[in-house]
């Protein structure tokens, strides 16, 4: 659930019951984690958690009108609900409503802005149980749900030794499609292209006077890789060589 503090001089005993078995407060919360300011109309849409990672809603943002549906959490499944807002361009307000059961709920909100990923709401409005009506009134912050990047295997920096010229560095710089930009950092200071696939790295190089290709395996860490330098002018030959990621 979100963080909430209720207002307790409000509630009678029947309220906080009923906020405590059903849960509505928390989704209250949770169905009001949207906004709408024009500039931000591609990056509100999508995922929103209450900051004790336990509730969640999905925001769809057109044009000027916010739709938000949530749901409890793993903790509370069944609980439902749903918001409609407008504003901006930092204070929003709307309303919401949401049920489980026999249990339900509506009100309105105001959220502010916080930041790009973090919002706060104020909420108030009425628990409906079997005829009881008890008001609700809470606060809570949401942030947004930011998909991890996945690691780059290859990007960045990296130290290698090899067995003829000695110690230098690496810096790979993403291309696409398995593709790097390779600067040498030391050494004859080369530049070149490198490709990956599987666990292999393989790197052209050329200085103004040595040109010649590394073969790299990766190990199982994908953070040390060993194999040859094959210099083709400048000093012909195989060359022993290793790498291992900064």
Sequence with gaps: MLSVVKNTESLAKLGRTAIRKAGLGALVIAVVLGFAAPGWAQSLTGTWIGTDNTTQVTISHQGNTLRVAGWGGPKNPELRG????????????GTWENRKGEWSGKGTQTITLIDANTIYTVFEGFVYYRGNKTPVRGAGYARRKVAVAAVDPIAGIWNDRQERFGDSKWRFTPAGHGRYHA???????????????????????????????YFYTLDASGRF????????????GNYRASMRKQ
């Design 225 to 236: 890789a060993s194999g040859t330098n094959v210099v083709r002018t400048g000093a012909p």
């Design 82 to 93: 749903t918001g409609l807002l407008t504003g901006g361009p930092k204070v929003f307000r």
């Design 183 to 213: 600067e040498q950092i030391g050494l004859g200071n080369a530049h070149g292209t490198a490709t990956f696939s599987g666990n292999q790295l393989r790197i052209d190089w050329s200085t103004r006077s040595h040109s010649g290709t």
